[in-house]
């Protein structure tokens, strides 16, 4: 299933071409004088058998919104990201299903693309792995993959995709034990799963290895998209005296704005939210996808459908620490960050996990 082999046919297709077309005009035998054209003829039909009948085509499942300014929208952004690089829709074709909360309503959207002869099927969403188990044996020539995890359940389709996300979070923890004023930092986290519960570990990995005098308040709502909850978690936090908070999941869009109301700084994870309040919003991990896409891609296109897994993190450019051009971060902060970075990055730093 090589889709991209057709771009070396066209090329060669194309030279045949080239060549007919520079070759000098027979005087001798005029008969032969005809066999340029037959040739460019050839060659032209040559390269309209080698186009694509149709483009590599993707389908993604995710939980909650492809603008969710977190764990859907990064996967969302990846794709659109790589579907530039392959030249567009024609080449690189794209669909999704959005808040798929529901995960037997997932289930059947994975089971319908399968269905359908996508090429790559992805499930992103932790919360969705017995179903692609499920369903994955029953169409072996589609490969499919879903993340946060390593667990390819030993199958030869299935992909696996996860992030270093305490590496990012331990970054994003140095930063806000500098900048907080008050001592006390809360964080507004999802379920304890998972590339949050990295986050939130690497967060405060990082918050008390630059202030072990620090409070670090964790409260887990219980819930990734539960707005109300999250708001309520963050008023709490401030009530607490924090002057710095984060978390993680689309849920957080209810936090941000409580500590916009207080004033309270926000670091991000998993996409750039600055967006959501430019004022207060220091920096965010991004996610970056394509790091493990890529691989994906190249091995389908070799004949390896899936039973690997990959990992997003600083070292590879899978997860970027991305500062906010709009808030003051004293050049001291943000040389604190970038050498924290490198450290994690060549070794010399090492992030000691609860």
Not at 84 to 107: K, L, R, T
Request: glycine share 8%.
């Amino acid at each position: 299933m090589k889709k991209f082999a057709w771009i070396l046919t066209l090329i060669v297709a194309l030279s045949l071409v080239l060549s007919a077309c520079g070759a000098p005009a027979a005087t001798e035998a005029p008969a032969e004088a005809t066999e340029a054209p037959a040739t460019e003829a050839a060659a032209t039909e040559a390269a309209t058998e080698a186009a694509p009948a149709e483009p590599f085509r993707v389908a993604v499942v995710m939980p909650s919104a492809i603008n969710d300014l977190a764990f859907s929208q990064s996967m969302y952004d990846a794709l659109m990201r790589i579907q530039e690089e392959m030249g567009g829709p024609e080449m690189f074709e794209i669909v999704y299903s959005e808040n798929m909360f529901v995960v037997d309503d997932a289930a059947a959207a994975i089971r319908d693309y399968a269905s359908q002869g996508y090429d790559l099927v992805i499930a992103h969403g932790s919360q969705y792995g017995s179903s692609l188990q499920e369903i994955a044996p029953d169409f072996p020539e589609t490969s499919f993959a879903w993340g946060t995890t390593a667990e390819t359940f030993g199958q030869p389709n299935i992909f696996a995709y996860e992030a270093a996300s305490q590496e990012g979070g331990y970054v994003n923890g140095v930063l806000a034990a500098t900048l907080s004023k008050s001592g006390t930092i809360g964080v507004v986290g999802p379920i304890e799963v998972g590339d949050a519960k990295l986050y939130v570990d690497g967060f405060k990995a990082g918050v008390l290895a630059t202030n072990p005098a620090a409070v670090v308040n964790v409260n887990y709502i219980g819930s990734f998209s539960d707005v109300a909850l999250a708001s309520e978690a963050a008023t709490t936090h401030i009530s607490a005296g924090a002057d710095v908070m984060t978390g993680s999941a689309q849920m957080v869009v209810g936090a941000i704005g409580k500590a916009e109301e207080a004033g309270a700084l926000w670091f991000g994870t998993q996409s750039n939210q600055t967006s959501l309040a430019p004022t207060i919003v220091v920096a965010s991990q991004v996610y970056h996808w394509e790091v493990a896409l890529h691989e994906m891609l190249a091995l389908i296109d070799a004949g390896t459908l899936g039973g690997q897994s990959f990992k997003a993190d600083l070292a590879n450019g899978g997860e970027v620490v991305e500062f906010n051009a709009d808030y003051a971060l004293p050049d001291e902060a943000k040389a604190l960050a970038e050498s924290t970075i490198q450290g994690i990055i060549d070794g010399t730093i090492t992030i000691t996990l609860p």
